[in-house]
């Protein structure tokens, strides 16, 4: 698991749904896989690599090395078809200023965007990139 680049998002958050479909769109290499936070898989890989339990939004692994907040964004986006692996580029601004939007987005993220009921279910030819 540790090769793996994984991608652990809150399967009931309507913006980290449309962020994994997005996500998949410009993966042609199906580089990533995904895994909710609600999972047995995500619980299990959180509680292995010691990710405390109030960290509810994306979380990127890759080759055992934790990334969270814009961080696993911007390390995300590295991977990414096209023009959107500029956006790592943005890593030179200091963590803690690109940090403090992705926490005032993320504490938003369900007024804004609203949350399903239960996680969403990959389509069947999807399946086999989900945890």
Same mark, same amino acid.
């Given at each position: 698991?540790d090769n793996d680049a994984i991608i652990l998002f809150d399967g009931v958050c309507n913006l980290c749904n449309s962020s994994v479909q997005f996500i998949i769109?410009?993966?042609?290499?199906?580089?990533?896989?995904?895994?909710?936070?609600?999972?047995?898989?995500?619980?299990?890989?959180?509680?292995?690599?010691?990710?405390?339990?109030?960290?509810?939004?994306?979380?990127?692994?890759?080759?055992?090395?934790?990334?969270?907040?814009?961080?696993?964004?911007?390390?995300?986006?590295?991977?990414?078809?096209?023009?959107?692996?500029?956006?790592?580029?943005?890593?030179?601004?200091? /963590?803690?200023?690109?940090? %403090? $939007?992705?926490?005032?987005?993320? =504490?938003? *993220?369900?007024?804004?965007?609203? /949350?399903?009921?239960?996680? %969403? $279910?990959?389509?069947?030819?999807? =399946?086999? *990139?989900?945890?």
């Amino acid at each position: 698991m540790d090769n793996d680049a994984i991608i652990l998002f809150d399967g009931v958050c309507n913006l980290c749904n449309s962020s994994v479909q997005f996500i998949i769109k410009h993966d042609k290499n199906a580089y990533f896989k995904f895994a909710s936070l609600q999972s047995d898989f995500g619980r299990n890989l959180r509680k292995e690599k010691q990710i405390p339990d109030n960290v509810d939004s994306i979380i990127f692994v890759e080759r055992g090395k934790v990334h969270m907040q814009s961080g696993a964004i911007l390390r995300i986006a590295r991977h990414l078809d096209g023009a959107w692996k500029l956006a790592a580029a943005a890593l030179i601004i200091p /963590r803690p200023i690109r940090d %403090m $939007l992705y926490r005032y987005v993320a =504490k938003n *993220r369900y007024r804004w965007f609203g /949350r399903q009921n239960q996680c %969403m $279910l990959p389509s069947p030819d999807l =399946k086999e *990139r989900f945890l």
